[in-house]
């Protein structure tokens, strides 16, 4: 059975036995979840910018730094990771989101040309947040975890998996997540294609935390981010490198579909400038 197909049968699987377990059931929405709720009137926004044209089915995944990548759809329609202030080359884009762990990875002033700004923490501290976002071809939502602060609890929900769904890919960026992953965490982030993982080995998870996760989530391909040193990201790959192939692009840009996936488990490293 072909890496994808697997993968959503898991997921399949699974998330079925999580929700037999607590009676609840919802309509088919998710192309990356088996079941999940509907999804809100998609509202019309602007066409965003992109750097060159994409065919139906392409994505444009562009390294801006740190956790921040430009996520840009077939529509146009521009997403930035992990938002500080800075959004790359091009106007501002139509959605972004930010995490609350360190100033790095939001900000409270977000340009005003942003329509959408997506919060991982719920600012009033009360419910976790709770995004189920559909903007032009683009369907965005997020599932929460905690941050800790070496063993202690620093913020319940403090920190959001923002996973986006785009012509047919499930695009997954983990934020600065700071503890291992829940069965039911696996089951409602459901079918991950491209991960976005943290590889710092310190302020979020170890290395060892980190691979083990990413062996757990078997993506087709892991985009590495986070990371303070060359060293740090040399570990991480060396740690990858039984399971995973290592490609390494030559810019900062890949252009990825669904139909050119890597065939076997792959580590893409984007240069950061």
């Known amino acids: 059975m072909p890496i994808g197909l697997a993968r959503a049968a898991t997921a399949l699987i699974s998330f079925a036995v999580l929700l037999a377990g607590t009676g609840l059931a919802a309509a088919q929405s998710s192309i990356c979840q088996a079941i999940v709720e509907e999804r ?7 066409v965003g910018y992109r750097a060159a044209a994409l065919a139906a089915d392409e994505v444009s995944i562009t390294y801006v730094g740190h956790s921040a990548f430009r996520i840009t759809s077939p529509q146009g329609v521009a997403v930035v990771t992990d938002y500080a202030g800075y959004f790359g080359d091009g106007p501002p ?5 930010m995490n609350h762990a360190h100033s790095s990875h939001y900000t ?9 700004v997506l919060r991982g923490w719920n600012p009033d501290g009360e419910d976790p947040a709770r995004h189920r976002v559909e903007v032009g071809d683009m369907y965005i939502r997020n599932v929460t975890t905690d941050l800790y602060y070496e063993t202690l609890m620093r913020e319940k929900d403090g920190n959001s998996i923002f996973i986006f769904e785009v012509a047919g890919l499930c695009i997954g960026h983990l934020g600065h997540l700071h503890h291992k992953l829940t069965p039911e965490h696996i089951a409602e982030i459901g079918r991950i294609d491209i991960l976005f993982l943290p590889v710092d080995g310190n302020y979020t998870m170890s290395i060892a935390g980190m691979i083990e996760l990413a062996e757990q989530v078997r993506s087709s391909m892991v985009i590495p981010m986070h990371y303070f040193s060359t060293f740090t990201l040399q570990r991480f790959v060396a740690g990858m490198s039984e399971k995973f192939e290592t490609q390494v692009a030559q810019s900062n840009t ?13 580590v893409m490293v984007l240069s950061p400038y």
Do not use: C, R
Request: no cysteine; charged share 10%.
């Open 108 to 116: 409270s002033s977000p340009d005003p040309g942003i329509a959408h």
């Open 254 to 266: 890949v252009t990825v579909s669904l139909k050119t996936l890597p065939q076997s488990p792959t």
């Open 40 to 46: 809100g009137t998609p509202k019309p926004v602007p």
């Open 93 to 97: 884009p139509d959605v972004v989101t």
